[in-house]
C-alpha cells in the first residue's frame, strides 16, 4: 500500500512502507556489553481508561510500562527510570514517579535488569522555597530510590534553579547530598533546552562558569560520583568536559543529537550512554554496541548513524517535546495498545512531525511488524481527516 503523509505545507506525498523490519532487530540478545555502560530512559504508558485530565495525577497502566522495560532488560540495556522521558514533571508528579521508582526497581531485582533512577524535587512548588526545603526534598527521593535498591541518578532540580543565589549554594546542596548518600550516583546535567526552567543551572548562564562549578562538585566527592549525564546537545562541550573528569568518573552521553560520534570516542576516550532516543532504538542500539565490543568502531557506526536524522527529527524544538513521538513510535511498534500520554502530551506535537516520525522510522526498518505500524499509521491519518 502506499500511504500519502502530510507535510509542514500542507501538501501530500507518497510513501511506499517497507515490507521487513531491519534484520539487526532479529538478532538474539546475547552476553552483557563489555565496552559500554549503556541505559536507555524509558518512557511511561498511560491508563487510556482513566478519567483523568492534564491536571490530574497522572494514571498509568503499569503492566504495559513493565513490560517495556522488560523488553530493554531483554537486549542488554539499562533502564534509566522516572526521568525526563517518562515525562517528569511534565505529567508525571512525584507520587506517580515514586510508584514506578518502586515498581521497576522490584521488576529489575526480578529478571536480573541493570536500573537507575531519578532523584529531584518535584513534590515542591518551583517557586518560594528555601534551600534546607531543597535539600529535604532531594533527601526524601534518594531515600526511596535506595531503599528500592536501584542506583540514584541526581537530577537537576526546578526549585533549586529558582532558589540558588550562586554556585556556593549549588555545593552546598550537592556536597550534602554526596556526602550521604550510600553509593556512588549519577549527576544530571539537562539544558534549558529539555527544560526552561533549567536556565542559569550550576549558578551562571555562562557555560564555561556553569561547568566549573560542576567540575568542582565532582572534584571534592569523586567516590561518590559513579558518572555525570550530560544533556547539552553539544558534542565538542561534552567531549571537554569528559576529560577533565577525575580518573573513574564515568560521562554518559544525553547528547541526542551526536551520540553516535560520542560514544565510539577518540585516542583520549569515550562516552557511555543514558540515552532517550534508545526507548525507540533499543534493540538496533543493543545490537551496536555489541558490535563495538569487538572493537569494530566502523561497524557500530553503520549501524547507528543512520538513526541520527530520526533522533533529531524527535528532539526538534521545543525539545521537551520529544517524549511525544517515543511514545508515538512505542505504540507503532506494537509495545502498546494506544497513543493516550499522560497529561495529554500526545497533542504536543502535529500530524505532519509525527508523518515524518513514521517515514523515517520505516525507512530504518525499526518495527518488528511493518503491516502494524502501516495500519495504525493509516487509521491516524483517517481520524486526521487525511484519507488514503
Not at 37 to 54: E, I, K, L, M, N
Not at 69 to 89: C, F, I, K, N, P
Request: proline share 6%; aromatic share 8%; charged share 20%.
Amino acid at each position: 500500500m502506499t500511504l500519502h503523509l502530510p507535510d509542514a505545507h500542507g501538501a501530500l506525498r507518497a510513501y511506499e512502507p517497507r515490507t521487513e523490519p531491519l534484520p539487526a532487530l532479529r538478532a538474539t540478545p546475547g552476553s552483557a556489553f563489555t565496552s559500554r555502560t549503556v541505559f536507555s530512559a524509558a518512557h511511561v504508558v498511560a491508563d487510556p481508561y482513566a478519567d483523568t485530565g492534564p491536571d490530574g495525577p497522572a494514571a498509568v497502566d503499569w503492566d504495559a510500562t513493565l513490560a517495556f522495560r522488560r523488553h530493554l532488560w531483554s537486549h542488554g540495556l539499562g533502564v534509566a527510570e522516572a526521568m525526563d522521558t517518562a515525562q517528569r514533571g511534565m505529567g508525571l508528579d512525584w507520587a506517580g514517579a515514586a510508584e514506578l521508582i518502586r515498581r521497576s526497581a522490584a521488576e529489575a531485582k526480578a529478571t536480573g535488569g541493570r536500573i537507575a533512577c531519578g532523584v529531584g524535587t518535584d513534590q515542591l512548588a518551583t517557586a518560594a522555597v528555601t534551600l534546607a526545603e531543597v535539600r529535604s526534598a532531594y533527601e526524601e527521593q534518594l531515600a526511596v530510590v535506595e531503599e528500592s535498591g536501584a542506583q540514584a541518578i541526581l537530577m537537576a532540580s526546578r526549585a533549586l534553579a529558582a532558589t540558588a543565589q550562586g554556585p556556593d549554594d549549588y555545593l552546598e546542596v550537592y556536597g550534602h547530598l554526596l556526602r550521604q548518600a550510600a553509593e556512588p550516583v549519577i549527576l544530571h546535567w539537562l539544558g534549558p533546552m529539555f527544560d526552561p526552567a533549567l536556565e542559569g543551572y550550576w549558578g551562571s548562564s555562562d557555560l564555561d562558569t556553569a561547568t566549573d562549578t560542576f567540575l568542582e562538585v565532582i572534584a571534592a566527592h569523586p567516590d561518590k560520583v559513579d558518572g555525570i549525564k550530560v544533556s547539552l546537545l553539544d558534542a565538542r562541550r561534552e567531549v571537554d568536559l569528559r576529560r577533565r573528569l577525575p580518573q573513574g568518573v564515568r560521562c554518559y552521553t544525553g547528547d541526542d543529537f551526536n551520540y553516535p560520534e560520542l560514544i565510539a570516542g577518540d585516542d583520549q576516550g569515550f562516552s557511555h550512554a543514558l540515552l532517550g532516543i534508545f526507548d525507540p532504538l533499543g534493540p538496533l542500539a543493543a545490537e551496536a554496541v555489541r558490535v563495538l565490543d569487538t572493537g569494530n568502531v566502523d561497524g557500530f557506526r553503520e549501524l547507528l548513524d543512520p538513526t541520527v536524522e530520526l533522533s533529531r527529527h524527535l528532539f526538534q524544538a521545543p525539545t521537551r517535546f520529544y517524549k511525544t513521538g517515543v511514545v508515538f513510535l512505542a505504540w507503532l511498534a506494537g509495545h502498546q495498545s494506544h497513543f493516550t500520554m499522560v497529561g495529554g502530551l500526545q497533542s504536543a506535537r502535529s500530524l505532519p512531525h509525527f508523518a515524518r516520525a513514521y517515514e523515517l522510522a520505516d525507512g530504518l526498518g525499526l518495527f518488528p511488524d511493518p503491516k502494524l505500524a502501516e495500519e495504525r499509521m493509516k487509521n491516524l491519518l483517517s481520524l486526521y481527516g487525511v484519507n488514503q
